[in-house]
């Protein structure tokens, strides 16, 4: 009998104890019960005040049941349809990231990974049985915030990029206007002051050079270092590109997704608990590729962080212990 539910899953008929207890007697996925309710009971419709609640707190799944409730009640085809639906919505959204993680020309391997993530028998319990909700549908957000936040990134580093350029563009103006004021103002030594400019001008640029380069080293812009370098000796900063993007719509871009991918983020935590771990890989991914940071710098930062504020820890520390012995 178990080996046809698990073989023929659309015909079965929510019999399962897992099925049962979070479908069939779960109030919350009945329609007459308030809305309110899903956002003070757990997975199973207990209170989470309650002292024998699971504290399995999922309100979208739950959400998700009773819109099959309302639709066509107890009938079973219709739950397992709308798992099969967010398990190919999930191995789209991979399949996108694996596009973007790998080389532009690896189409080869981006369908592979697309068809090994479909296909592995590690989602059969999760798409199969319609509790498994929860995990494909905290895949399917967990998904799309990271997608997100991988947007977020490209629109800030491109910010970054851009004021930048502006910077190199301010400084090359400035310093053309200080010669031109320089040249006007001293009409009678004409000679000593352009030397003098000739003499101090490439000190300047030296000392931009080397600030900027430091700035697009410490943010991960290698690919773009030679070009700004090469633009600010060669004073064409003045002129910027005739299609550079608008500095304001990038900050507004860079927030949306950034609050998309807490969104997301939330979606994916509220559908089940693991789906908040997005967050630490969303850092993870930030600190170690997009900042090309190493191990050994983030520790010097650390360490450099608690000296600084060594005496502060010390006052806290003090205080924390004279609390305990009074």
Excluded at 107 to 125: N, Q
């Amino acid at each position: 009998m178990k080996s046809r539910y698990d073989t023929h899953p659309i015909i079965n008929r929510l019999n399962f104890d897992s099925n049962s207890r979070a479908i069939k007697t779960n109030p919350d996925v009945n329609p007459s019960t308030p809305w309110i309710n899903l956002m003070f009971n757990d997975f199973w419709g207990t209170p989470l005040t309650h002292s024998g609640s699971h504290k399995s707190y999922r309100p979208l799944c739950v959400l998700s049941f009773r819109f099959n409730h309302w639709l066509h009640e107890l009938q079973p085809a219709g739950y397992h349809l709308l798992n099969v639906l967010l398990h190919c919505a999930a191995t789209a959204l991979f399949t996108l990231l694996a596009r973007s993680l790998l080389p532009p020309r690896a189409g080869l391997a981006t369908a592979i990974a697309g068809c090994l993530f479909a296909a592995h028998p590690i989602h059969t319990e999760a798409v199969a049985g319609i509790v498994g909700r929860a995990d494909v549908g905290a895949a399917v957000f967990f998904l799309l915030a990271f997608l997100s936040y991988r947007r977020y990134t490209t629109v800030r580093s491109q910010l970054s990029h851009l004021r930048r350029h502006q910077l190199m563009r301010t400084q090359s103006t400035s310093v053309r206007s200080a010669m031109a004021s320089n040249k006007c103002s001293n009409n009678n030594s004409h000679g000593s002051v352009i030397n003098s400019t000739a003499t101090s001008l490439p000190a300047l640029r030296s000392s931009l050079t080397a600030a900027i380069l430091t700035s697009i080293k410490w943010n991960g812009d290698d690919v773009d270092a030679g070009a700004s370098a090469a633009l600010l000796r060669s004073g064409s900063g003045s002129h910027p590109p005739k299609q550079s993007p608008n500095v304001a719509l990038l900050v507004i871009s860079k927030w949306f997704w950034l609050l998309v991918t807490l969104f997301f983020a939330a979606c994916s935590m509220l559908t089940k608990e693991h789906g908040i771990t997005v967050l630490a890989v969303c850092a993870v991914y930030d600190v170690f590729v997009q900042s090309r940071l190493r191990p050994k710098d983030i520790i010097s930062a650390i360490i450099f962080q608690v000296k600084k504020n060594s005496f502060f820890l010390l006052c806290i520390l003090m205080l924390y212990r004279f609390n305990l012995s009074s």
